[in-house]
């Protein structure tokens, strides 16, 4: 079994910057991408950033330019800094990882519990 739990989530002002993180554990075999959402409650959740284990990215349109992805592989780590917030920034914030575990021969999709990102005005 593989559990992502995240956090860095919080309330900040207009402008502001903020670090998630999220990590993996468990019995994992190997990790292909992982990434963040978000999702405000009643909508469809959206992808912000992603980063397969290649280092290849892609961003929400809207975040460009603002937000970063990055991963340490050696703690089975995803990472998105904020930079730059804007109150349209505020919801809650997924992990996501595609993740083989040990003893199986597929990835699995896996997600965390959520973070929440309050951006004030």
């Known amino acids: 079994q593989v559990q992502l739990v995240e956090s860095g989530g919080g309330l900040v002002q207009a402008g502001g910057s903020l670090r998630l993180s999220c990590a993996a554990s468990?019995?994992?075999?190997?990790?292909?991408?992982m990434g963040w959402y978000r999702q405000a409650p009643g909508a469809q959740r959206e992808l912000v950033a992603v980063m397969t284990s290649g280092g290849s990215t892609n961003y929400a349109e809207s975040v460009k330019g603002r937000f970063s992805i990055s991963r340490d592989n050696a703690k089975n780590t995803v990472y998105l800094q904020m930079a730059s917030l804007k109150p349209e920034d505020t919801f809650v914030y997924y992990c996501n990882a595609n993740i083989r575990s040990s003893g199986d021969y597929i990835l699995r999709n896996y997600w965390g519990q959520g973070t929440q990102v309050t951006v004030s005005s």
């Open positions: 468990g019995r994992i075999a190997s990790i292909n991408a």
